[in-house]
Every structure is written in structure tokens, then in C-alpha cells.
């Protein structure tokens, strides 16, 4: 009778482990067919961008990752390669003597955010912020600089750009 009972608790045992390892199996899948997304670029090398009289989008030229390829170097624009909820974050610098800076993100040409920064002791100031966006697939997202603005940067990656994907949907 005990043997019995070891013999239906090892089958009980074999079966929740087959499910384990046919779980597993899935998981790996689901995880490596999973999309992969994720860029960080620089601004340029060549120190003031400035936008004169119109509102100016953004290219930050100097790619640093661009996992999937969804960040064009060429437009400034990240689109997005599949539905789902992506991370952005941004920093920009300027060597301000009492003046302001402005940035903005945009998604879909409709402004997300609109930051400012006003300085008034003349050293270099830093502007940065994030935003997780739920997307599209086909969705772009882009920063710009306001008319009558300007940013600095060189080669350190003073002012960046770079996003990824959370999660696809």
C-alpha cells in the first residue's frame, strides 16, 4: 500500500515537472522572439545649434547604441518598431548668461512636454527629464528646440537622446 502511494505521489511529481520544463521552454521563447529596442545618441560635435527664427528638430547625430535600428541619426526621429510602452529620457546643456533654454518632446507631432531652464550665473546648465509613452507600432517620437533657442554640445555627449522598450503590448 505505501508503495502504491510513493508510486502515484512520484507520478503527480513527474507530471507538475514536465509542465515546469514545457513552461521554461515557452518562457525562453517568449523572451528571445521578444523585441529588442533601445538607442541613445548625442546631440553633435561642432558646440551651438542654434534655431534662429523657427522652431528646429533635433538630430542628435552621434549614435551610441541603436538596438533595432528604430533611432534614425538622419531625421532625429524614433519610430516605433512595434505596439508598446517605451521609456524616453533626455539631457541638453547650454552655456547660459541670463537667458533661458527650452526643449521640447514630441510624439506624433503633438507636443508631450515643454521644459525650461533660466539661469542667471553665467556657468553651463543641464535640462533633462523622461517620459514613459504607450505607442504604436509606426509611432514617432522626436525632441525640438523652440525658435529663438539654442543648445551646446561637443564631443562628450553633453546633450542626449535615447529611449527604449519596456514591454511590447
Known amino acids: 500500500m505505501e508503495t502504491a502511494?510513493?508510486?502515484?505521489?512520484?507520478?503527480?511529481?513527474?507530471?507538475?515537472?514536465?509542465?515546469?520544463?514545457?513552461?521554461?521552454?515557452?518562457?525562453?521563447?517568449?523572451?528571445?522572439?521578444?523585441?529588442?529596442?533601445?538607442?541613445?545618441?548625442?546631440?553633435?560635435d561642432s558646440g551651438y545649434i542654434e534655431s534662429g527664427n523657427a522652431e528646429l528638430?533635433?538630430?542628435?547625430?552621434?549614435?551610441?547604441?541603436?538596438?533595432?535600428?528604430?533611432?534614425?541619426s538622419t531625421t532625429g526621429f524614433f519610430t516605433a518598431p512595434v505596439k508598446g510602452v517605451y521609456y524616453f529620457r533626455f539631457t541638453v546643456r547650454d552655456?547660459?548668461?541670463s537667458r533661458y533654454m527650452h526643449?521640447?518632446?514630441?510624439?506624433?507631432?503633438e507636443q508631450i512636454m515643454w521644459?525650461?531652464?533660466?539661469?542667471?550665473?553665467?556657468?553651463?546648465?543641464?535640462l533633462s527629464s523622461g517620459a514613459t509613452l504607450q505607442l504604436e507600432e509606426g509611432d514617432v517620437v522626436n525632441m525640438r528646440l523652440p525658435a529663438g533657442y539654442r543648445l551646446y554640445d561637443n564631443t562628450n555627449?553633453?546633450?542626449t537622446f535615447s529611449g527604449f522598450l519596456l514591454f511590447p503590448l
Open 157 to 159: 555627449n553633453l546633450s
Open 5 to 44: 502511494a510513493q508510486e502515484t505521489e512520484l507520478t503527480a511529481v513527474k507530471t507538475r515537472l514536465a509542465a515546469t520544463e514545457t513552461d521554461v521552454v515557452n518562457l525562453e521563447k517568449e523572451i528571445t522572439e521578444q523585441p529588442k529596442v533601445a538607442f541613445s545618441a548625442g546631440l553633435t
Open 115 to 126: 521644459l525650461s531652464e533660466y539661469d542667471t550665473d553665467g556657468h553651463p546648465a543641464y
Open 95 to 97: 552655456g547660459l548668461t
Open 57 to 72: 528638430n533635433l538630430v542628435f547625430t552621434r549614435v551610441i547604441t541603436n538596438v533595432g535600428q528604430a533611432y534614425s
Open 103 to 109: 526643449i521640447m518632446m514630441f510624439k506624433n507631432g
